[in-house]
């Protein structure tokens, strides 16, 4: 059973940062999976913020997190870092981690859809206030 779990967030003044992380348990790579990050503000539908294709080699992010977040590579941990830089009060969301099982050719976009995404984490908070 594949699990992931999502830390790291917590409540921050505009202009700082935080990294989150999202762990995955019951896998034996997380490099084997696509990965994306999420966040759905209040009265808001899921959005995807960043997204990584399960080679590693094509990434994809909003436009309005572009330049500020950076999504990794997976580690020996089988964690995914996102850190997050100079943040806005309208980053305010829960964020998501998710894995997609489907595996294309090395050079296929990353998944930018939340339903081609298998498994889900349960969200971390992050509050950025003004």
């Known amino acids: 059973q594949v699990q992931l779990v999502e830390s790291g967030g917590g409540s921050v003044q505009a202009g700082g940062s935080l990294k989150l992380s999202c762990v995955a348990s019951g896998v034996t790579s997380l490099s084997n999976y696509g990965v994306g990050w999420f966040r759905q503000a209040p009265g808001k539908e899921r959005e995807l913020v960043a997204a990584?294709?399960?080679?590693?080699?094509?990434?994809n992010y909003a436009d309005s997190v572009k330049g500020r977040f950076t999504i990794s590579r997976d580690n020996p941990q089988n964690t995914v870092d996102i850190p997050i830089l100079s943040l806005k009060p309208e980053d305010t969301a829960i964020y998501y981690c998710?894995?997609?099982?489907?595996?294309?050719?090395?050079?296929?976009?990353?998944?930018?859809?939340?339903?081609?995404?298998?498994?889900w984490g349960r969200g971390t908070q992050v509050t950025v206030s003004s």
């Open positions: 998710a894995a997609a099982v489907l595996r294309v050719s090395w050079n296929s976009p990353a998944f930018v859809n939340s339903t081609e995404y298998n498994y």
């Open positions: 990584r294709n399960w080679s590693g080699l094509r990434t």
